[in-house]
T-cell receptor, first 114, second 114 residues
């Protein structure tokens, strides 16, 4: 069985500060890991995807995530928060690479304070 | 052009009614999905269709009946609506052919059952 746990349902950062959103996963096989962003009243958009190539994955909008097998983590970071980053972020895991069996976390709402 | 479009965006209805949500994708993808996002933002897959054939049905009550007239459309019909059906329903599509595939989401349908 696969699962993801996102630590912290709400995270607040100041504009220009480091963004760190935490995600830990559980998978019986080497996982595929994803981060999605959901802006208000919109569907989810893929930020980045880990597929067992490089452990540091760069995504859109300056986000990146590092796969750490020893910690079973896939935390999302951005060096400097922008007001437009305020949204809900979802970590997800799949043990097959395809999307038929993607399991999503419960989301972390990022607030950016001016 | 909208890649995955679903209608209506908002749906308010009484308990016991029957309603449908429509979804269309213009990406030429083979696979389409319905996800349910509850009030706690938990996003869970309901159904997956590949080339008009059902491939995933995740313990969804049989009041929910997806219909795929062609591979570009996956509609969701719900009979005898219950209060617990209130949620945001997301349609999505993907091309399951390996490589750099992505899951594209619609903007969601917010269903409120009164």
């Amino acid at each position: 069985a696969q699962s993801v746990t996102q630590l912290g349902s709400h995270v607040s950062v100041s504009e220009g500060a480091l963004v760190l959103l935490r995600c830990n996963y559980s998978s019986s096989v080497p996982p595929y890991l994803f981060w999605y962003v959901q802006y208000p009243n919109q569907g989810l958009q893929l930020l980045l995807k880990y597929t067992s190539a490089a452990t540091l994955v760069k995504g859109i909008n300056g986000f990146e995530a590092e796969f750490k097998k020893s910690e079973t983590s896939f935390h999302l970071t951005k060096p400097s928060a922008h007001m437009s980053d305020a949204a809900e972020y979802f970590c997800a895991v799949s043990d097959s690479g395809g999307y038929q069996k993607v399991t999503f976390g419960t989301g972390t709402k990022l607030q950016v304070i001016p | 052009d909208t890649a995955v479009s679903q209608t209506p965006k908002y749906l308010v209805t009484q308990m016991g009614n029957d309603k449908s949500i429509k979804c269309e994708q213009n990406l030429g993808h083979d696979t389409m999905y319905w996800y349910k996002q509850d009030s706690k933002k938990f996003l869970k897959i309901m159904f997956s269709y590949n080339n008009k054939e059902l491939i995933i049905n995740e313990t969804v009550p049989n009041r929910f009946s997806p219909k795929s007239p062609d591979k570009a459309h996956l509609n969701l019909h719900i009979n005898s609506l219950e209060l617990g059906d209130s949620a945001v329903y997301f349609c999505a599509s993907s091309q399951v052919s390996g490589g750099n595939e992505k899951l594209f989401f619609g903007s969601g349908t917010q269903l409120s059952v009164l």
